[in-house]
């Protein structure tokens, strides 16, 4: 099973800021399987980036993923105050497939 | 566009059998480019991805929950369901049904309101 170590535990930005979320996996995500999902407390995730760097539909383009192999990251630059939420990464390269623990956004 | 709900009882009996369903509406459970899924969500915790169906009707299973789990596929109402036998105080949590969509994402792009499930 691939681990997904995210980091780190808690952000705080002030909005306007960015910030950069890591995850980084115990082996290598095949082709790049590397998803972001943004979830607010009460509701389901949702999922922000695809394929490490690809945003999904109607993603504001403030939100940005890079990274291949092991490390992966998340950028958000310029936070609004709807961004304060928790992010998990996700690989589907390996079954099972996995999640990291989270990241949470809060406000600084 | 394509929207998925769980259902289900809320409470069940430590050793008993959890069931939940999920319908899926405004599109078919028999496409080709979608694996029907289940996630669940403790208090408080982190997602942990419990395993899959696909419209062959071929499962897989998190190997952590294998020898409990069942997902079946109900072509005819459109929905999928999950069970979970001998279930202890540690399966409470909120479980999602969700799409992993192979197509375009090859990731989990739409996900029901989920459903708490307390075990007592």
């Known amino acids: 099973e691939v681990v997904l170590t995210q980091s780190p535990g808690t952000l705080s930005l002030s909005p306007g800021e960015g910030g950069t979320l890591s995850c980084r996996a115990s082996q290598s995500v095949r082709s790049n399987y590397l998803a972001w999902y943004q979830q607010k407390p009460g509701q389901a995730p949702r999922l922000l980036i695809y394929s490490a760097s690809s945003r999904a539909t109607g993603i504001p383009d403030r939100f940005s993923g890079s990274g291949s192999g092991t490390d992966f990251s998340l950028t958000i630059s310029r936070v609004e105050p709807e961004d304060f939420a928790v992010y998990y990464c996700q690989q589907y390269g390996s079954s099972p497939g996995t999640f990291g623990q989270g990241t949470k956004v809060e406000i600084k | 566009q394509v929207q998925l709900k769980e259902s289900g009882p809320g409470l069940v009996k430590a050793s008993l059998t959890l069931s939940l369903t999920c319908a899926v509406s405004g599109g078919s459970v028999s496409t080709s480019d979608s694996y029907w899924s289940w996630i669940r969500q403790p208090p408080g915790k982190g997602l942990e991805w419990m395993g899959y169906i696909y419209h062959s009707g071929s499962t897989y299973y998190n190997p952590s929950l294998k020898s409990r789990l069942t997902i079946s596929l109900d072509p005819s109402n459109n929905q999928f369901s999950l069970e979970l036998g001998s279930v202890t105080a540690a399966d409470t949590a909120v479980y999602y049904c969700?799409?992993?969509?192979?197509?375009?994402?090859?990731?989990?792009?739409?996900w029901g309101q989920g459903t708490l499930v307390t075990v007592s």
């Open positions: 969700a799409r992993y969509d192979t197509s375009v994402y090859d990731a989990f792009d739409l």
